[in-house]
């Protein structure tokens, strides 16, 4: 089947929300932890963190402010800092649970039923209930000017995870780490064990690594 | 285990690549299609599709320039044009393969065991073992200073995907349609069925969507 561009476009609203939200693939699912200068802390949902790059290690998020996640917007600049935390198969529901719209006084942390800690002096917290999670600085705050988002990126400030999902490479396998991914709007799903290719070159056939 | 940003640092190059890009999480699996107004084509695999909003539909992915993909990008700009084509679990090894450094001169949809295909007069070729592609415009190309990098964002012009993987509500199954996850640099997933929740409001509980 194909749809053109003026057939999205006449699609009820949410019925084209879940379909255009499909269209990228499988997202990363990621619980962003701010605070604000007063202590007031938040905990948003995002499929969109993107690695940007490994040195320096470089992440980054798409926000459509003023919609949600706008605190945490709006906490990030305030302070320069934010977690990533992976959402996984035991913590679906509560990460789901904070893309409701809460007031800026209410904590997520709370209302979905999360942990939040915090490592030594680091200003905004992380997610207890999360296998993975990174400290970042606020490196820059990209306008995007196509639709009104903005793209924020951070350095990787810390990583805490468990050290046995580490391979002797560096690779870290998600899987045992029970990382979710995210489909459409609303679609938790884990997955399998990788298949893995060693580093591609012209005229050598790819083995698979065992 | 907390790894700071100075142990990140000191990794050896490969090890630390290998760690940083598993830290975002499951990343899209997608080839983007590109010609020159030669008509020669380049075929590129990116882990980086992130969806940026549904009305208008957009997408944007990282490319650092002058690196792989930098034929992809020269392209883009040259053409206006690209497609995004979901990778799946039979082509997988044929993806990770474009990869490799080859030649402006060289097609990767030949070198890799892949076939192009046209939809109309759209000029970037498509992958026709691919499951869901897209037709993109060139909305902008967004330099982010932070590292070098670039985020190219198209609007999509169309979609060709099979009818019987759109629910009811405009959802994708992307189970069903045998899309791949990636994690780190060269690692290939399926995953398995999701649990979908309802939209999640204050003070309500969240069901699972049958």
Redesign the interface.
């Known amino acids: ?5 003026a057939k ?2 006449e ?1 009820p ?18 619980l962003i932890g701010t605070t604000d200068s007063k202590g007031q802390n938040n905990l948003s949902i995002v ?14 998020f ?1 926000v ?1 402010p003023p919609v949600v996640p706008r605190h945490s917007y709006e906490n990030i600049i305030e302070t320069g800092f934010f977690t ?1 935390n ?1 959402v996984n198969q035991s913590i ?2 509560q990460a ?7 007031l800026k006084e ?1 904590s997520e942390f709370d ?1 979905a039923g999360l942990t939040a800690g915090w ?1 030594d002096d680091f200003i905004a917290p992380y997610v207890k209930e999360s296998n ?1 999670s ?1 400290g970042m600085s606020l ?2 705050d ?1 306008a ?4 009104g ?1 903005c ?1 924020i ?1 951070g ?9 046995k999902w ?2 002797e ?4 396998n ?2 045992d780490a029970g ?3 995210i ?20 005229d ?1 056939e ?1 083995q698979v ?1 065992k």
Do not use: C
């Open positions: 089947m194909l749809l053109s561009k999205i476009a699609m609203k949410r019925y084209r929300a879940a379909f255009v939200n499909s269209l990228s693939g499988f997202k990363s699912a990621n499929s969109s963190v993107v690695h940007l790059g490994s040195d320096p290690a470089l992440m980054g798409i459509r990533i992976h679906q529901k789901h649970q904070t893309s409701a719209r809460y209410e209302k490592v993975l990174m490196e820059q990209v995007i000017e196509a639709n988002t793209l990126i350095r990787v400030e810390w990583v805490m995870l468990d050290q580490m391979g490479d560096g690779f870290v998600l899987v990382t979710s991914a489909s459409g709007l609303d679609a938790y799903h884990q997955a399998v064990e990788p298949i893995r290719f060693t580093y591609a070159k012209p050598r790819l690594i």
